[in-house]
């Protein structure tokens, strides 16, 4: 079964259809704009001032502790490592989301399509060297956001541990394959 990369905004792309508050629709918008970006390894285009505060602070909390980054160049570094370690596809399931005036509040089911080296570095007994995994974690999240509509940064909090299942080649989903996805979908909202 291959995983459809398009179903990464579906509470967002459901919510908007009902959702009437424009301060709201605004940090939908922006949010599933940023996690298209994100998974799509353009997270340069995350910090243009229509999107992200000028000094956006994420704490990142998982099994190994905090990790906090304060300011875009911490930020931008943390989102490279998610390239250099092929982590930046991920795909979002059972998702729910609050939101409000302030931000946003999501729980969901990240599933993170990565190669043997990634799940091995991320702690897990890897019995196929030479295959390409599904790591699955629950993780919550909490994003505020300024009066312009613009992401202050994000508040993520990470189950300690995580699953994972091999998965076959043609079900594996790349970044190559998300960019030809998201581009054409994302050059229609410039």
Not at 70 to 97: K, P, R
Not at 167 to 175: A, R, V
């Amino acid at each position: 079964m291959k995983y459809d990369i398009r179903r990464l905004t579906l509470t967002a792309d459901t919510l908007l259809e009902t959702t009437t508050n424009l301060r709201h629709r605004q940090i939908l918008n922006n949010y599933r704009r940023h996690a298209m970006l994100e998974v799509s390894g353009r997270y340069k285009e995350i910090f243009t001032p229509e999107m992200t505060v000028e000094h956006p602070f994420y704490r990142i909390t998982s099994a190994d502790g905090v990790l906090e980054l304060d300011g875009i160049e911490a930020v931008q570094g943390f989102y490279q490592s998610l390239i250099d370690n092929h982590s930046t596809v991920m795909l979002l399931e059972h998702e729910n989301i609050i939101v409000n005036d302030w931000g946003f509040a999501s729980e969901a089911l990240f599933r993170s399509f990565i190669p043997a080296e990634t799940a091995m570095a991320n702690g897990h007994d890897v019995p196929d060297m030479n295959a390409n995994y599904i790591e699955s974690r629950w993780v919550c999240m909490m994003w505020p956001y300024d009066e312009a509509g613009r992401m202050i940064g994000e508040r993520v909090y990470q189950a300690p541990t995580a699953s994972l299942e091999k998965c076959t080649e043609e079900d594996f989903l790349t970044l190559d394959h998300v960019r030809s996805v998201f581009d054409p979908i994302l050059m229609q909202q410039c």
